[in-house]
């Protein structure tokens, strides 16, 4: 089997491009030393987190000379995410630290005031036409970044390089380049999927880097082939729908591990014998809902495993299959927290969520112990201390990691200032005609509900670090009656970090409502998908018909 080398200096999730790798009929070796740079024909640089950490992490090791020597050599080279940024000299994220220089300019931060930041989803790769490692105008690939690199016309094909570029609000920046033997993209292909393992392929086998060479591609615009015109001619903004596909996962009583679904977060029949409901395995669903199209899928772990040694957790053996046939972004959530182990041993939120970036997840999602952080961020007078597992976790693998799951469930107020709650005018009145309500943050799987409401929660999170918000909604939940557009406005307005609606999913119409009525950034379904109502593949064709942007479907 042919062999790439991967450098492994980083923390994140390596095992999915190891897995893209396989699957592509390649074999990995890795590089764990400079000394061992030498060795290796064809080269992979991964990168997730923050800028500074990567490269001083490579600087401290010896790493960037050896990395240098290889591309000076004419062997190919490609840098993933970070390991594109790693290219420029530096970047505003971490102003003290230099970049590899291979490319002049230095990254910049995505502007917040219209969009929400980090830049998460699927974007376009667009390269006016150019041949470039098989990037295609019509696919759309994996993005998670909060720095980019502007694109400015010219400024970079002068250097020799070509571009491909993706739009964001109103900020074109740099998606992927490359030139000679050296490739980069901004974007992760290992989590894009049929047009992510497009390009590996085509770097693997050197296509790619041939193509380059190629006349334009038929359809592009002749004016792109002068050199200072030679990326993108779209710049309409290019990040698509993102519809995500839940499965929340549970021990049954007989054992075995089933996707369940609950009512109101009550995943038990109605039936007298009152058994947990069994939607199927959830390995196979997971790879279904990634072959239907979903662009991300999420694992709820909603039994705690107490009788279970954490390395043992059922749910890293989930991810560990489900990573080797599932590329797109794989979300974990459930008993994330610091943990005593069976033995007696404390193990940290830190080392459960390593453990689980380690078996193929790409983000760790909190719930409770969320609540509980910021519960203390309020009474020590928003100060942080760094020691909360949010924190933690987004220092050493980045905020585009954690997702923090949120329980709310409404209570209703018949005024304004019966509560010192951060309230909603409602369309729904509650059972005495209220007009008025405020949702309480619940943790336990919403057995317990807070004095806290979700508006404090959301932006206590976001000054921790997270990345992103789940917004359930226990009232919604396993409803089918659509998702509870009061509460998604309510907190889309809280904070800048992008929002996942969550609950209450019926029909293909809900996901248009949700993303037409409100600013959220994602929509997640789960029960309509399991009983098989509706396809991920029929919610997308519907938002498409109705002209929203999805990703195409590539099978
Ligand atoms: O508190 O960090 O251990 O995390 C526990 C996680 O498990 C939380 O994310 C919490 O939301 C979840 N959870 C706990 N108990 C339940 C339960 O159902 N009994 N599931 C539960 C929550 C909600 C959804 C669901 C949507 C969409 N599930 O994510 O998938 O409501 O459903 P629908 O489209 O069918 O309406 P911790």
């Known amino acids: ?56 992490q490579l600087a401290h090791a010896n790493y960037l000379a050896a990395i240098n020597k290889h591309i000076e050599a004419g062997k190919p080279f490609m840098g993933i995410c970070v390991g594109l ?58 993005y998670v970044h909060t720095y980019k690199f502007p694109y400015l016309k010219g400024e970079l094909e002068a250097q020799g390089w070509t571009v491909a570029t993706g739009t964001y609000g109103s900020e074109t920046f740099v998606g992927a380049v490359a030139r000679g033997n050296v490739y980069a993209t901004q974007f992760h292909p290992e989590k894009s999927g049929v047009a992510g393992l497009r390009t590996i392929r ?6 790619g880097a041939a193509s380059l060479t190629r006349p334009l591609m038929d359809g592009a615009s002749s004016s792109a082939s002068s050199s200072a015109d030679t990326a993108a001619t779209s710049f309409a903004d290019g990040l698509t729908r993102r519809v995500i596909a839940c499965l929340d996962v549970r021990a049954n009583d ?163 200032d019966a509560t010192r709650h951060n309230v909603v005018a409602t369309r729904f009145p509650g059972p005495k005609g209220e007009p008025y309500c405020w949702y309480a943050c619940t943790i336990k799987g919403g ?15 976001e000054a921790m670090g997270a990345g992103e918000l789940l917004l359930n909604c226990i009232d919604k939940d396993g409803s089918n009656s659509g998702f509870d557009l009061e509460l998604i406005a309510q907190v889309k307005a809280a904070v800048k970090i992008p929002v996942i609606a969550s609950s209450g999913a019926g029909i293909p119409a809900h996901f248009e409502d949700v993303f037409q009525q409100t600013t959220t950034d994602a929509a997640l379904g789960a029960g309509m998908f399991h009983r098989g109502e509706y396809t991920v593949k029929q919610v997308k064709d519907y938002l498409k018909e109705k002209g929203l942007l999805v990703r195409p479907f590539e099978g």
């Open 85 to 142: 940024q790693a290219l420029f000299e530096g970047s505003l994220e971490d102003p003290g630290v230099a970049g590899l220089g291979i490319i002049k300019g230095s990254l910049g931060r995505f502007d917040d005031t219209a969009k929400s930041v980090p830049h998460i989803g699927w974007n376009s790769a667009n390269t006016a036409g150019h041949p470039m490692y098989d990037l295609r105008p019509d696919s759309k690939y994996y």
């Open 1 to 56: 089997m042919p062999t790439v080398h991967l450098l492994d200096y980083v923390a994140g999730n390596i095992r999915s491009l190891v897995n893209a790798i396989e699957k592509l009929g390649y074999q990995v070796d890795w590089i764990r030393s400079p000394e061992d740079v030498p060795k290796a024909e064809k080269l992979i640089l991964p990168g997730v987190g923050h800028f500074g950490h990567c490269l001083s």
């Open 447 to 461: 057995r317990e509900t807070r004095d806290m409401d979700v508006v404090e929660l959301a932006q206590a999170v």
């Open 202 to 207: 085509a770097f693997l086998t050197g296509e």
């Open 254 to 416: 007989q054992g075995d591990l089933v996707v369940t679904k609950g009512d109101q977060y009550d995943v038990r029949e109605k039936s007298d014998d009152r058994s947990v409901r069994n939607l199927g395995k959830p390995v196979e669903l997971a790879r279904r809902y990634y072959e239907d199209g979903a662009d991300e899928v999420t694992f709820l772990n909603i039994t705690s495993f107490r009788d279970c040694p954490v390395a043992d957790l059922p749910m890293l053996e989930v991810l560990r299959q489900t990573s080797r046939t599932v590329f797109v972004p794989l979300t974990i959530g459930g008993g994330i927290r610091d943990t005593v182990d069976t033995d007696g041993s404390k193990v940290s939120a830190l080392e459960i969520a390593t453990m689980y970036f380690k078996s193929g997840a790409d983000k760790v999602s909190i719930g409770s112990d969320a609540v509980i952080a910021a519960e203390e961020y309020y009474s020590l007078g928003r100060k942080l201390f760094g020691n909360t597992a949010i924190e933690q976790i987004s220092r050493a693998y980045g905020n585009q990691a954690v997702v923090v799951s949120v329980d709310p469930k409404r209570v209703y107020v018949p005024k304004l």
